[in-house]
């Protein structure tokens, strides 16, 4: 369970620093709404689809936002809110979700040629 909280913490970690390099809005912003403001459908800092003038392109990018929304609310909360043990199998269920969260990262990052 540890090790999930710390990959969570981490992802918020990386977008809150290209939140904070790259936009010049409220710097407070967290988890949910960070979210939310990263991967908005208007001007997002991340392009989680291939291509935000398709319909599935914009489907894509927001199915990645609900993922990064619904990872902090399912995934963070029960963590942060109580000391939560969970199984190792469990564990490594959640640990491979967030891994395909972090390569989502990367891949934006890399494709809008982005420094962090």
């Known amino acids: 369970s ?9 992802i918020n970690v990386r977008l809150k620093n290209l939140y904070t390099k790259y936009r010049d809005e409220i710097k407070n912003l967290d988890g949910y709404e960070l979210f ?13 689809g291939d291509n935000l003038s398709t319909t599935s392109g914009i489907n894509e990018h927001n199915g990645y936002r609900y993922l990064f929304m619904g990872m902090w609310c399912a ?30 990262i990367d891949i934006c990052v890399a494709r809008q040629k982005l420094e962090e």
């Open 2 to 10: 540890q090790s999930v909280d710390a990959s969570i913490k981490e």
């Open 36 to 48: 939310c403001k990263i991967f908005n459908e208007k001007d997002p800092l991340l392009i989680a």
């Open 75 to 104: 995934l963070r909360n029960p963590y942060a809110h109580a000391n939560k043990f969970i199984s190792i199998h469990e564990a490594t269920n959640q640990l491979h979700f967030l891994s395909m969260l972090m390569y989502k």
